[in-house]
Nanobody, 115 residues
Framework: QVQLVESGGGLVQPGGSLRLSCVAS????????MKWYRQAPGKERELVASISNYGGSTNYVGSVKGRFTISRDNAKSTVYLQMNSLKPEDTAVYYCNANVRRQIWGQGTLVTVSS
């Protein structure tokens, strides 16, 4: 069974940090690029970051460049999103994603940035 399970969300003050994790199962993790998306209340889901299958290439949406870092550990079938200097506008449900013959989504993890 192909599955993605996110964790690591929570409430953090502006300027704080969080690290999200996404554990994959049911497919050969190292064969697939991975992505993090987010969806804020009342907004469409947007692509935040992506990473190639061996981690040699990463891409970010402009609003998070220099603050967020995507990485992966293929031995642990896990992709991470390190989020620093968080802003209230980063508040959203964060999802990891893989295209394994079809789009696979995790259940999401809520990040709330508020004082």
């Amino acid at each position: 069974q192909v599955q993605l399970v996110e964790s690591g969300g929570g409430l953090v003050q502006p300027g704080g940090s969080l690290r999200l994790s996404c554990v994959a199962s049911g497919f050969t993790f190292s064969s697939y690029p991975m992505k993090w998306y987010r969806q804020a209340p009342g907004k469409e889901r947007e692509l935040v970051a992506s990473i190639s299958n061996y981690g040699g290439s990463t891409n970010y949406v402009g609003s998070v460049k220099g603050r967020f870092t995507i990485s992966r550990d293929n031995a642990k079938s896990t992709v991470y999103l390190q989020m620093n200097s968080l802003k209230p506008e980063d508040t959203a449900v964060y999802y990891c994603n893989a295209n394994v013959r079809r789009q696979i989504w995790g259940q999401g993890t809520l990040v709330t940035v508020s004082s």
